[in-house]
């Protein structure tokens, strides 16, 4: 079973910054995309930013521009640099990996166990 565990959250002011790390116990090379999700309390879970195993990348709107997504092959770890933060980023940050086995074609989507951002105002 694959796990993926994120770190790197905490408490931080508006303006600040933080990166976030997922470790993975396998090769990310293996993985068709990887991602970071968020989820505030009574809200849900929204994608905030892919990679593909192609490099392309994708953000949320609201995100571009202040966070980028990258990742450490060699070390088998997935970033997600957050700056000039802002209140409405706080949420339980996730670390996501999915795609399709190649021989089989059975689906996988793996989740790690989040780590909370808090920004203050």
């Known amino acids: 079973q694959v796990q993926l565990v994120e770190s790197g959250g905490g408490l931080v002011q508006a303006g600040g910054s933080l990166r976030l790390s997922c470790a993975a116990s396998?090769?990310?090379?293996?993985?068709?995309?990887m991602g970071w999700y968020r989820q505030a309390p009574g809200k849900q879970r929204d994608l905030v930013a892919g990679l593909s195993r192609g490099r392309s990348t994708n953000y949320l709107a609201s995100v571009e521009g202040r966070f980028t997504i990258s990742r450490d092959n060699s070390k088998n770890i997935l970033y997600l640099q957050m700056n000039a933060l802002k209140p409405e980023d706080t949420a339980v940050y996730y670390c996501n990996a999915r795609g399709v086995v190649v021989m089989t074609r059975d689906p996988y989507n793996y989740w790690g166990q989040g780590t909370q951002v808090t920004v203050s105002s």
């Open positions: 396998e090769n990310i090379d293996n993985f068709d995309t």
